[in-house]
């Protein structure tokens, strides 16, 4: 079965959607959408009313935030434990920011292991403020939104290839960023907001004056610079391309068209929310903004009604059990009577406790005697006479075991040659009790002067079983 994810792109004016689905035979862009919004709450709303059209009430959707308070800081740790890590990046921000951080949100973004030991991440901070208005507008659709990251390292997930290197360039409305990314992983990074009646070629001019300012191997390697974002418009693109000349903006195709630049991120964010947290950026989602389900706004309705349910459970427990009581009582009448009547019909016999039992063993032991004594439709002299006729002419045949039971009987003895054993099976074949005469064995036996032979014959009437 197919699995859907939802990417959801909110910025000031605009929500941008992507939706994938996820089979056995890999990725499948499903559906894009983009909507003209005032805030959050708009955005929500205009995605509740997506998701039932595109029959995505399963899907996992993830989003993200974008703050003008974001503080990020690149942290090198002398340890990798993802859990010291967490406790140690907030005291760490802490020193390395003006101010304290309290009503801040923190989160690290995955590690990655330096050659000369230890790890190196990016640690994040964000008032709890925004992320949890932004939150709320999205619980109030009830909308299963598990994941919430933060721009621009959410827009890296998905875009940049496993174990890449690279530069990414995100341009968005209010500025860009710059991430550069090692093994898939942003280290340096720059925020950069920019003027509205800058010209596509000027702005070129400074995002190219910016990716080279960052460390690390220039020029980055083939398709190692990439670009996304609302911002990178046909006419920037070419601007940047014409002083970046390895940008390029990642290829995905959509109804047979190349998906625009714009939906990238969410494209990424759809990408993000089918990997688990430890593997894709931070999110926001947790302590008291945790995740707790669609349900969750019906949590009083939920409780008062597993409180009815518990009454009502407790009452059919209570009935049940005076029901199973009357019935037991009942059953111990019944088992005195029975024993009573047993013991005036079989005087002397033996206590049993369970009475039917002993007498259906009983009933069947005299059964199988009576089949003994010859008081089946196949009795036992009947086959006898049949054996005895068949051999009566063949002295070179011998009879040394058979074996009786109402399906048949299966014959063993010796012989002088494999035709005697042949002659014989078609004797007893053409006897009218049998319907069949299968040779089941016939061989020479090690002193090679006589065959061994065994018979297999059924009935040609099967006597119904009791």
């Known amino acids: 079965m197919a699995r859907l994810f939802i990417g959801a792109d909110v910025d000031a004016t605009t929500l941008r959607v992507v939706c994938l689905e996820q089979t056995r035979q890999g990725e499948r ?6 909507r003209e919004v005032d805030g959050a709450d708009a955005a929500a709303a205009e995605l509740a009313a997506l998701v039932p059209d595109w029959d995505a009430a399963s899907a996992r959707i993830a989003s993200a935030v974008t703050s ?6 690149l942290l090198d740790l002398p340890f990798a434990d993802r859990r010291k890590i967490r406790a ?19 989160a690290e973004l995955p590690p990655l292991a330096q050659i000369t030991g230890g790890v190196r991440c990016v640690a994040l901070a964000l008032p709890e403020a925004e992320v949890s208005a932004f939150i709320a507008a999205f619980d109030r659709q009830h909308l299963p939104v598990r994941s919430v990251d933060v721009f621009p390292f959410a827009a890296l997930t998905g875009l940049a290839a496993p174990g890449a290197d690279g530069i990414l360039v995100l341009v968005r409305e209010q500025g860009y960023a710059i991430l550069r990314f090692v093994h898939g992983l942003p280290q340096e990074h720059l925020l950069i907001p920019f003027s509205p009646a800058l010209t596509d070629e000027a702005l070129a001019t400074a995002i190219a004056g910016a990716v080279r300012s960052l460390p690390g191997v220039w020029p980055p390697a083939a398709d190692g ?5 609302p911002g990178i418009t046909p006419s920037l693109q070419r601007a940047l391309v014409a002083q970046l000349p390895m940008a390029t903006v990642p290829e995905v195709f959509f109804d047979g068209a190349r998906l625009a630049a714009e939906y990238l991120p969410a494209l990424a964010l759809a990408r ?30 939920l409780i008062a009604s597993a409180v009815l349910l518990t009454l009502a459970l407790a009452a059919t427990l209570t009935g049940s059990y005076l029901n199973y009581s009357g019935k037991a009582a009942q059953y111990d009448r019944l088992q005195q009577e029975l024993q009573a009547i047993y013991k005036q019909s079989f005087p002397g016999a033996p206590a049993v406790a369970d009475v039917p039992l002993y007498l259906k063993r009983q009933l069947q032991a005299l059964r199988a005697e009576g089949r003994l004594l010859g008081s089946t439709p196949q009795r036992p002299l009947l086959v006898l006479d049949a054996l005895s006729r068949a051999i009566a002419t063949l002295p070179a045949v011998a009879v040394t075991e058979w074996d009786f039971d109402l399906d048949g009987v299966q014959v063993a003895g010796e012989a002088a040659a494999f035709d005697a054993v042949d002659q014989f099976a078609a004797r007893l074949e053409a ?28 009935f040609a009437v099967s006597e119904e079983k009791p």
């Open 29 to 34: 862009l499903r559906a894009v959408a983009r």
């Open 272 to 301: 993000r929310a089918a990997l688990p947290d430890q593997q894709a950026g931070c999110n926001l989602r947790q302590g008291r903004l945790a995740y707790r389900g669609s349900l969750a706004p019906f949590r009083r309705s």
């Open 431 to 458: 006897e009218t009790l049998f319907a069949e005469a299968q040779i089941a064995e016939a061989k020479t036996a090690l002193d090679g002067s006589r065959v061994n032979y065994r018979i297999s014959l059924r």
């Open 68 to 73: 003008s308070q974001l503080f990020a800081r």
């Open 88 to 106: 140690v990046a907030p005291l760490t921000l802490a020193e390395a920011l003006p101010g304290d951080l309290d009503g801040y949100l923190t």
């Open 225 to 229: 610079l990439l670009l996304a974002g």
